[in-house]
């Protein structure tokens, strides 16, 4: 059940508002994703909550001309949960659910921007997200994701760049439990982070959005996967159990191409376009940076990492997003749109033939 609520960062479980709890390892967080409609320029940003780590920390990201600018910003939060600024970077609520803004003041980085964020369709709610390590929780959260417009500007290195009216884009709120801020002193004894299979492809098309996402084990069995089909009426068609074929890029983990069968007749087929983004400006797997370090007070930082920086082998590339052009062939009916095919991939999966730990495909 979701609600206007929902929309802030208020929550105390993996429950949606109306239900609350407490764990070391809460969190609570935005993320956003953005792109011209040519590829030319893609973005992203996040800010997290860590209620019982006193944290919040935020980031957005800039890639263009090769080059992946990334600002990042972490303070204590003394429990705040309403304060959405971190350093210069502010996310505010017009109107919840539907229109939200994003905000880099002028900082000692090369990246500045106000960036408006219109819903195209009521968000889907993703099947809940719940693993375990042995007798270990690892994660249990709930995610709701939406696709949208983007409308304002950003600069980046001295450029300035005006967003057109077909800027599209993807944010999604999580909340829940997921391991953040500074390693447990006791793991479970077959650590926290052995497999790890992961896909998620939000995907834009003129009057229609697509998400397809799956959490497999290393035998190639869905723990969560689903995809949903929302229609410009709002109406929406759940998938609960696509089969999907990956193309692997030879001697690495990545991704060349992706097809998802939903049930016979609707059927999703990703080709990368563009330059590939490295979640790790966003925090994601960064050894420095990760959710819910603890900085002091305030501490702001701004890197970039060049197109050969973020090549496969580099560990701040591990997970990545990838600008794709989307067909959908939904019977007799044929749709072309950009979107995300977002990989992590750590341990084994049988059925695309990834062994060891990080070993490349075939």
């Not at 040519?38 to 935020?58: C, E, K, N, R, W």
């Not at 972490?74 to 905000?103: F, N």
């Not at 195209?120 to 270990?136: K, L, S, V, Y």
Request: glycine share 12%.
């Amino acid at each position: 059940m979701l609600t206007k609520g929902d929309d802030f960062p208020l929550h105390q479980s993996a429950e949606p508002i109306a239900f609350a709890g407490t764990d070391r390892n809460f969190y609570d967080r935005y993320f956003f994703n953005g792109y011209a409609p040519d590829g030319s320029v893609f973005f992203a940003a996040a800010m997290g909550f860590y209620p019982q780590l006193g944290i919040v920390d935020a980031a957005f990201c800039v890639l263009i001309d090769g080059v992946q600018h990334n600002l990042r910003a972490s303070r204590r939060s003394a429990g705040e949960r309403l304060d959405l600024a971190v350093g210069p970077i502010t996310i505010r609520i017009d109107e919840p659910l539907e229109r939200l803004t994003l905000t880099v003041v002028a900082n000692d980085g090369p990246l500045t921007g106000e960036l408006c964020f219109t819903a195209r369709h009521f968000p889907i709610e993703e099947p809940r997200f719940t693993r375990r390590n042995g007798t270990r929780l690892f994660m249990d959260y709930t995610r709701m994701t939406q696709n949208g417009y983007w409308s304002g500007w950003l600069a980046a290195d001295g450029q300035r760049i005006e967003f057109g009216a077909d800027w599209a884009g993807t944010r999604d709120r999580s909340w829940g439990i997921r391991p953040v801020g500074a390693a447990e002193p006791q793991p479970p004894p077959q650590g926290n982070f052995h497999q790890f299979f992961w896909l998620w492809t939000p995907c834009n098309f003129a009057d229609r959005s697509l998400f397809f996402h799956s959490n497999d084990d290393g035998e190639g069995s869905a723990w969560n996967r689903r995809a949903v089909l929302v229609s410009g009426n709002g109406a929406e068609r759940h998938f609960a159990d696509p089969a999907f074929a990956a193309e692997w890029q030879p001697g690495t983990r990545r991704l060349t191409g992706l097809t998802a069968d939903f049930d016979g007749s609707t059927r999703l087929t990703l080709a990368p376009s563009g330059p590939l983004f490295a979640m790790s400006g966003l925090g994601y797997t960064h050894p420095v940076w990760g959710h819910g370090f603890d900085h002091g007070e305030l501490e702001v930082a701004h890197d970039s990492l060049s197109e050969a920086e973020r090549a496969w082998g580099n560990p701040l590339a591990m997970h990545v997003q990838a600008l794709v052009r989307a067909e959908l062939n939904d019977g007799d009916r044929t749709d072309v749109g950009i979107g995300v095919l977002e990989q992590l991939f750590v341990g084994p999966h049988a059925p695309t033939g990834l062994t060891g730990l990080m070993d490349p495909a075939a």
